[in-house]
């Protein structure tokens, strides 16, 4: 299970990134690099209707033989994206929107915090531990 949050572009560099388990890390990085050109085919392919949305929930971007890579994307255009092995049959969608709330709603509290710089990389304990035990979940 990988977890990415992206810069708003045109940088498209990771603020966060954590993977269990961590020996596949560099193979995940290739994923989410390839995951953004589906995200912004997507953003573009709903043009207007997409700024109306309060729910930015991407759904699948695309499915591999081992993983699926799902994709979210907040009104400040930071693109998040979630890789989740194939196997994991438990995993509906409903599930995957919920995490990808919860990421965002914790993405929205470190932004509020006045020690944070936007566009910095996240290093927060309290993000860090809720990844942690949502990740923990999935596996």
Not at 35 to 60: F, N, P, T
Request: charged content about 20%; aromatic content about 10%.
């Amino acid at each position: 299970v990988l977890v990415s949050i992206i810069c708003s572009p045109p940088q498209n560099y990771p603020l966060y990134i954590r993977s269990i388990p961590t020996e596949n890390e560099l193979k995940f990085h290739y994923t989410v690099h390839t995951s953004l050109d589906v995200v912004d085919e997507k953003i573009s392919a709903m043009g207007k209707a997409l700024v109306d949305q309060r729910e930015l929930y991407l759904g699948l971007l695309y499915p591999t033989e081992d993983y699926k890579v799902y994709g979210y994307v907040t009104n400040s255009k930071v693109k998040f994206v979630m890789v989740v092995d194939s196997s994991n049959t438990a995993l509906r969608d409903n599930e995957i929107r919920s995490m990808f709330r919860k990421l965002h709603n914790s993405y929205t509290d470190i932004m509020c915090n006045p020690f944070y710089n936007p566009g910095d990389r996240i290093h927060s304990r309290a993000f860090d531990n809720m990844v942690n035990s949502m990740m923990m979940q999935v596996c």
